[in-house]
C-alpha cells in the first residue's frame, strides 16, 4: 500500500464548475499537508499549505485536511481554463525529518 | 528573486552511457533536493542536502546515482551508467530553512532525461 493514494484522472469539468480533489493517506504521523500545482513541462509551484487538521481558504482555493479519516481534499471554486494542470498532494511529518510525500497527482482539464 | 535553475532542460542518451544535471536554487536557500518524477508518478526524494552535507540519501541507487554539492550552493546529480528506468523528469528545489523543519520547498522546471 502507497503512503499517499491519489486519483490519477484525469478529471475534466466546464468552466466555473467547482472541482474537487481528494487524496487518502495511511501514515498516522502526517501533520504537514500540502497541494501543488504542476503545468505541463515545469516544476511544481506550492498553493496551499496546512498544518494538522481543518480548512485553510486562499481565494479561489479551500484545503480541508480530515486526521480522524486520513483524507485530504482541495477545492476550486469558479474554475477557469487557466487551473488546468496536474494537482500533487504532499505530506510530512516531524517523525519523517519533514520529507515530503507527494501523491501521485490528478490531472485537472478545465473546458472553456 | 531569481528561481531555481536547472541544466540542461533535455537530454537524451544511450543506455549505460552517463549523465550529468546541474542546479543552482535560489540564493542564500541551505536546503537543495533532487526528485525524480516518472511520467505519471509524484516526485519522489533522491537526496536531501543541508548546505554541503548529505541529511537524507536513503532511497539514492548508489550503485548508479551520485550527487554532490561542494561549496553549499549548486549542486550536480550524475548517473553513470543509465538505464532505461532512469527515463524521467529530475526535479531540484531549494528551501530555506535548515532540515528538520517543515518548510515551503520551491522547484526548478527540472531536466527531462529519456534513455534509449
Redesign the interface.
Known sequence: QKE?E?D?GPLSVPEGAIVSLNCTYSNSAFQ?FMWYRQYS??????LM?T?SSGNKEDGRFTAQVDKSSKYISLFIRDSQPSDSATY?C?M?A?TG????I????TRLFVKA | EAGVAQSPRYKIIEKRQSVAFWCNPISGHATLYWYQQILGQGPKLLIQFQNNGVVDDSQLPKDRFSAERLKGVDSTLKIQPAKLEDSAVYLCASSGQGAGRADTQYFGPGTRLTVL
Not at chain 1, 513541462?41 to 506550492?46: F, M, N, Q, S
Open positions: 499517499v491519489q490519477p504537514y513541462r515545469k516544476g511544481p509551484e506550492l499549505y498544518y500533487l504532499a510530512s516531524r525529518g519533514f520529507k515530503t507527494f501523491g501521485a497527482g
